[in-house]
């Protein structure tokens, strides 16, 4: 933070573009270890609502600022780009890191069933708008903003009425063996911790969304490129390590909880949720997604479907999952380079 900061007095905007990227990546994680405080503290009901709400706070951070920037491809990449990192990178390494220890995992097979069902309601909401621009050419910008309005709500609400089922009235299905963590932060500490880390995530992710064009083109990084990958792996990186760690203690109830859960939450909440923002600052921004970034959510999605059905998983499934996510982010760098 303090290079990026004097990067910017100094006027180094490619420094400022790197520093203030890399500068994120300790904020989430504080932000991510703040709200695990919390959880400890309210407990499990109130304490899943609060997870499942603050869990992607960085992304929406970054995406609410690039909307204000006019740089919606940017953030309709970056949205597609955290729920396919989660789903293949995560859990590939996850899977892979794992496997080198245990055999053979076990999950909760019926809980990911659950989050993969609401992943492909997410999918058709995602691809609903595209797929009426792809077949109706002459549908007008007006009809566009309305129906992402109507997918909006229905995504949100369908993600609170998911919440009400894994946190109340089927918490069961979703109860885990792994014993609590005693609280290690106060109450006070956790918010206050929360609350300046969100506020310096702002600070650094303006600099980061000032620079972005000049510093893309000083790089010769494609835009689409960096949506779909650099900017989720930057907002996710201690959830990727978390992930990780639990796989290794063979704990993959909670690496499918970080992973997969996550992806549903970016897909029926964070991104509704920047749609109206968009509309509340004044520079709206529809739902409509391209045919390459529906697709690669749709495959990423019905892969990781296919491998929760059993509800066990070795190395090699994690190695599969990873070698997908190299072909996706192959295919984003000459997507961007070729537009």
Do not use: C
Not at 60 to 85: D, E, P, Q, R
Not at 233 to 242: Q, R
Not at 279 to 291: R, S
């Amino acid at each position: 933070m303090p290079i990026s900061l004097a990067a910017q007095l100094l006027g180094l905007t490619v420094a400022v573009f790197i520093t203030s990227a890399l500068a994120i990546v300790p904020l989430a994680a504080l932000i991510g270890r703040s709200t695990e405080q919390l959880t400890i503290r309210i407990g499990p009901r109130l304490g899943g609502l609060v997870n499942a709400t603050l869990g992607n706070l960085t992304e929406l951070i970054v995406g609410v600022l690039l909307v204000a920037a006019g740089n919606f491809a940017i953030v309709k990449a970056s949205l597609i780009g955290s729920i396919v990192g989660n789903l293949l990178l995560v859990l590939g390494l996850s899977f892979a890191a794992g496997g080198l220890r245990h055999k053979e995992m076990r999950f909760n097979a019926q809980a990911a069933g659950v989050q993969s069902a609401s992943l492909a309601v997410a999918v058709t909401g995602l691809a609903i708008p595209a797929l009426l621009v792809l077949t109706t050419p002459k549908v007008a910008g007006p009809q566009r903003e309305v129906l992402s309005g109507v997918v909006a709500v229905v995504l949100i609400v369908l993600y609170l009425a998911a919440l009400v089922f894994t946190q109340v009235t089927h918490s069961h299905l979703f109860e885990t063996e792994a014993e609590v963590q005693p609280a290690r932060w106060s109450l006070r500490l956790a918010l206050a911790v929360l609350i300046v880390s969100a506020l310096l995530v702002g600070l650094e992710s303006e600099l980061f969304v000032a620079t972005l064009e000049p510093g893309l083109e000083a790089l010769h990084m494609p835009p689409v490129f960096v949506g779909l990958i650099l900017i989720p792996l930057i907002g996710n990186a201690a959830e990727h390590s978390t992930a990780v760690f639990f796989a290794v203690k063979n704990r993959l109830d909670a690496t499918m909880e970080i992973a997969v859960g996550s992806s549903v939450q970016v897909a029926m909440f964070v991104a509704p949720v920047v749609v109206f923002a968009s509309i509340v600052i004044g520079n709206p921004m529809d739902f409509v997604f391209t045919a390459f970034e529906v697709g690669v959510v749709f495959m990423a999605t019905l892969i990781v479907a296919l491998i929760s059905l059993d509800g066990r998983t070795n190395w090699l499934e994690g190695v599969q999952l990873l070698g997908a996510y190299f072909i996706v982010g192959a295919g984003a760098f000459f997507v961007g380079s070729l537009e």
